[in-house]
């Protein structure tokens, strides 16, 4: 057998010096030499990749392997030799593929692209608008140009078109007088863009397309972008023009050759594809610019630390290492933007709000009617926005914490453009000093600044769309924030509804929580029960009417009594006169008949329905009153869980009318009405002591002010009663005891006076 039978026996196919699976005619896999045969790939079983030698002691009839190698080189020819204003005087300017890589240079740069490469298209024929990457070798020399064909989207076109060669293609030969029949074998060793190589110092970066070193050189010039053309060919070039260089390989994802050479030659190796589950046999220019690519901010972060010329390091992992640790768990609001920079005031928040409505002044919040945009700068710091796996909140992970710097930083540079970077700079020193969060400074000065300064796409991912701003300066806990928020949201929205509730009292009509005040029975119960009370105190003891079916009823029976009143609704004073008169003048059973009400007690209670005027005037003063003092109101809560939050439940507000009223409006156990509860050392003391107790502990309390101001007036009322001795029948009331012991009577208001005006 000779060797070219036993090659064959294997499952391959020998053309010429180029070896074929014979199952797959259109692709080489490997390649003949006068004493020895290569493959490319390490799929090539019973045979190992790379270097096979002849075995003289299996292996006979070298002669005619010698014979056969003579012959099917007898039409070729090795004297390819077209100079480079020749393939410029055959081919044009554009190709689909350059315009595809100068609109994304746009978008990402604000600039056409340079082409480092000098690459052409196809003028005509078949291959109209494919690309052409010329070889160059270290000396500048045209050796020949790789043919390949692209879509509008850069994505290549592999159906019905296979890569050709400059020196191949058959009208190319044409244009350049060669016969179309000569075969012409170039030997291509080496790199695409290996002539950009001489007389530079830059850290060189070898990736396998051509198509990959162009969109790269575009990005990130100062760096040595070059190309192999294939996985297997990186050993076959010049790889000594590398030695004293730093060489970073970029292996397509999910392949394993390259990391054996890198260790072998010294070369650093970039797997961060694989490290994000890239698609097998993707490279850099699939994600280059797909920012939906999770590994997107990490592949541009160590790109841009090669491509800064500044740099001065070793090119490995701990180089390029953020360092980020949280040191601690804090809930702590924290900002680390300064108000001034060199006597000048950084601007720090833009906003549209002036095209919106304020309908709302809390105690710490403005509330508007629509959300607007704003960009703001300033971020939480120590927010608590993640979670482990026990749903604790954790803080920033290394992800979040850089994208919230991005947004911090391309902020400042939008609104302070002549002085961002500094703003910055001192931004971040503040953030690692005062901050829970440890960071390599030198990192984001010298690797994300200059991505983000670079970076030309516009902010609309940072906008928030929200209807309050904070009106106070004090930093507080992320929790007190929360909450101050939504106290003033409740108080906006309670001040709507009782402005509603202000205007249908002016019709004096039956009150419908839900479509009068927009009070569902879900929203009533979340902290709107006592408004909800007023309005069944109104439609009961001022309209006569439970329900809303009751009171159309009650409508339609005083309609037809026409000689009662022609005035609705019934409950004015004339109604309720004529009303009377309609009772006492004719039989319950008439005015049924009259009426088509049947039921007698429902027909009775109409005619004798007396509005409460008290009731009245009692529920329009209490609403205007809440109205006046709506952000000092004070809001109840209570706890929903296990965890610390609450959840609004109600409100209180004491109207300081007088000291017997005071006294009256607590209707409880004094000591409990202001959280106070006696403790254990205060117990069997004097009520003096206690009282005096009550009142310095709630001056330390945080409250409303006019809150406060009622409260101690409380306090000090029952500290003065008890410190003048009143005297009942003889004896000294201790005021406390007293209290405590008639609180029932309290709730009777006549019953109450009457006690209190005996002291």
């Known amino acids: 057998m000779n060797n070219l039978s036993y090659i064959e026996s294997k499952g391959f196919r020998v053309k010429g010096r180029y070896i074929y699976k014979a199952s797959k005619l259109t692709k080489v896999i490997g390649k003949l030499n006068d004493t020895n045969f290569y493959f490319f790939s390490d799929n090539v079983y019973p045979f190992k990749q790379g270097v096979n030698y002849f075995d003289r002691t299996t292996l006979t009839d070298g002669k005619v392997y010698k014979q056969y190698i003579k012959k099917s080189t007898e039409n070729e020819r090795t004297d390819f030799n077209v100079r480079f204003d020749k393939y410029i005087d055959v081919t044009k300017s554009n190709s689909i593929f350059y315009t595809y890589v100068n609109s994304q240079t746009r978008k990402w740069l604000s600039k056409n692209s340079v082409n480092h490469f000098d690459i052409r298209g196809i003028a005509d024929g078949y291959m109209e608008d494919s690309v052409c990457f010329p070889f160059f070798n270290y000396d500048g020399n045209f050796k020949t140009a790789q043919i390949i064909r692209y879509k509008e989207d850069g994505k290549r076109v592999k159906e019905g078109f296979n890569t050709n060669w400059f020196h191949s293609y058959k009208p190319i030969k044409k244009e350049l007088g060669l016969k179309e029949s000569d075969k012409y074998s170039v030997k291509i060793d080496c790199f695409f863009g290996e002539n950009l190589l001489n007389g530079s110092d830059n850290i060189v970066g070898i990736v396998e397309a051509p198509k990959t070193a162009v969109i790269l050189k575009e990005i990130y010039p100062n760096i040595d972008w070059i190309a192999t053309a294939g996985e297997s060919n990186l050993k076959s070039k010049n790889l000594g023009l590398l030695e004293d260089r730093k060489v970073i390989l970029f292996p397509d994802a999910q392949t394993t050759q390259w990391n054996k050479i890198g260790g072998e030659y010294g070369f650093n190796v970039c797997n961060i594809l694989d490290k994000y589950n890239a698609g097998a046999g993707s490279d850099l220019a699939d994600y280059i610019f797909d920012s939906s690519f999770d590994g997107y901010a990490e592949l541009h972060e160590y790109l841009f630390a090669l491509n800064d010329g500044d740099f001065n390091f070793e090119i490995d992992a701990s180089a390029l290492d953020f360092q980020f640790n949280r040191k601690k768990d804090d809930s702590f609001y924290f900002t680390a933007v300064p108000y001034f920079y060199k006597g000048k005031k950084v601007l720090m928040q833009e906003d549209d709000s002036q095209l919106s409505n304020k309908i709302f002044t809390g105690k710490h919040f403005v509330i508007y009617s629509d959300k607007y945009k704003i960009l703001n700068a300033q971020v939480d710091w120590h927010k608590q926005d993640t979670k482990n796996e026990f749903g604790e909140l954790m803080g920033f992970n290394e992800v979040n914490f850089k994208f919230h710097l991005q947004k911090c930083f391309r902020i400042l540079k939008k609104l302070n453009p002549d002085n961002y970077k500094g703003v910055f700079k001192k931004t971040i020193k503040s953030l690692k ?140 004073e004339d109604s309720y006169i004529v009303a009377t008169k309609m009772y006492n003048q004719k039989s319950i059973s008439e005015i049924s008949a009259m009426t088509g009400v049947t039921n007698r007690k429902t027909v009775k209670d109409f005619l004798t329905f007396k509005p409460s005027r008290d009731s009245e005037l009692q529920i329009q003063k209490g609403i205007s009153f809440l109205l006046d003092n709506i952000t000092d ?99 000294r009331i201790d005021m406390v005891t007293y209290v405590n012991s008639q609180k029932e009577t309290f709730y009777n208001q006549e019953k109450f006076l009457q006690e209190a005006s005996s002291f």
Not at 516 to 537: E, F, M, N, P, W
Not at 646 to 667: A, C, M, S, W
Not at 680 to 697: C, D, F, N
């Open 633 to 731: 109101i004070e809001l109840l809560r209570m706890k929903t869980g296990k965890d610390s939050s609450t959840r609004i439940v109600g409100f209180k507000h004491i109207e300081p009318i007088n000291d017997q009223v005071f006294l009256y409006g607590h209707k409880m156990e004094w000591s409990k009405s202001f959280g106070l509860p006696i403790p254990e050392e205060m117990k069997g003391r004097t009520s003096e002591v206690i009282l005096r107790y009550a009142i310095m502990k709630l001056k330390r309390e945080d409250l409303p002010p006019s809150v406060l101001d009622s409260e101690l007036k409380h306090l000090n009322l029952l500290y003065k009663m008890s410190l003048d001795g009143n005297n009942r029948k003889g004896k």
């Open 433 to 572: 000093r005062n901050s829970n969060f440890s960071f390599n400074l030198k990192y984001v000065e010298n690797v994300l600044v200059p991505m983000w300064d670079l970076w030309n796409e516009d902010l609309k991912r940072f906008y928030k769309h929200r209807d309050w701003r904070y009106n106070n300066s004090e930093q507080v806990t992320r929790k007190e924030f929360a909450i101050f928020l939504n106290d003033d949201k409740y108080r906006s929205k309670l001040n709507i509804r009782l402005k509603a509730f202000k205007d249908v009292l002016k019709d004096k009509r039956f009150i419908h929580s839900e479509t009068d005040l927009g009070l569902s029975k879900y929203t009533a119960s979340r902290g709107y029960s006592k408004i909800t009370d007023l309005v069944k105190q109104w439609n009961t003891e001022v309209i006569g009417a439970k329900t809303y079916k009751t009171w159309n009823l009650k409508n339609e029976f005083f309609s037809k009594l026409r000689s009662c009143t022609k005035k609705l609704p019934p409950y004015i």
